[in-house]
């Protein structure tokens, strides 16, 4: 049972939303850019009709926020690309391979992941979230889903091989934990 509505954002821009119940959804709400320009918003399945609106209201103003990053972000999956091939150099000696890098825009929780084995083995994903974030933040996070390509786990041979690499290690995770507490999220590691 979905349902159709209109928003607009700050630019008077019109968007079709179309609300979604969902029974895997228990607590929190959902939206991505479907293919053909819509948005799909799902919703936990008992969420009273009431909450619908401030959700729609959100969505909205995450919309204003990406158009405003997309603006002032030059960042592109090929400047990841070079950015990682020099972190690349510069920590682990050209010793790492991958197949891809690039921003995505559905990660939540995490800031980025790395595939080992299958058919999307050393493909590398990086959360659009912190493209704004402070430069040794963002190639702490590409250093460390780097590490993953040698060590798939948080063990503590993966931790010493990225410490030894990427001298700004605790520092970013410092940054990554008090911007995790101010917004009241979890700050655990494993969460990357």
């Known amino acids: ?13 019109e968007h ?3 609300v979604q119940r969902d029974r895997r959804l228990s607590k929190s709400a959902r939206w991505q850019r479907e293919q053909d ?3 799909l918003l799902r919703v936990p399945y008992r969420i009273p009709k009431w909450q619908i609106e401030p959700l729609l209201t959100d969505v909205a103003k995450s919309l204003d ?3 405003r990053q997309h603006r002032r972000s030059p960042r592109t999956d090929d400047d990841l690309q070079e950015r990682a091939q020099y972190i690349n150099q510069t920590c682990f000696h050209g010793e790492i391979q991958w197949t891809a890098i690039r921003w995505v825009s559905n990660m ?7 595939t080992n084995g299958g058919t999307t ?3 590398i994903r990086i959360s659009e979230r912190i493209r704004e974030w ?3 933040v963002i ?3 590409i250093a460390h889903e780097l590490a993953h390509r040698a060590h798939s786990n948080h063990s503590e041979a993966f931790w010493s091989f990225l410490q030894q690499a990427y001298p700004q290690t605790e520092r970013a995770r410092g940054f990554i934990q008090g911007h995790r507490y101010a917004l009241g999220e979890s700050t655990d590691e494993e969460q990357d």
């Open 37 to 39: 320009g819509t948005i």
């Open 16 to 18: 079709t939303v179309i």
């Open 1 to 13: 049972m979905a349902e159709k509505h209109t928003i607009r954002d700050s630019k008077g821009a």
């Open 65 to 67: 926020r990406q158009a």
């Open 139 to 141: 190639d702490y996070v």
């Open 121 to 123: 083995d050393g493909h």
């Open 134 to 136: 402070p430069q040794y």
């Open 108 to 114: 939540d929780r995490r800031l980025g992941s790395c």
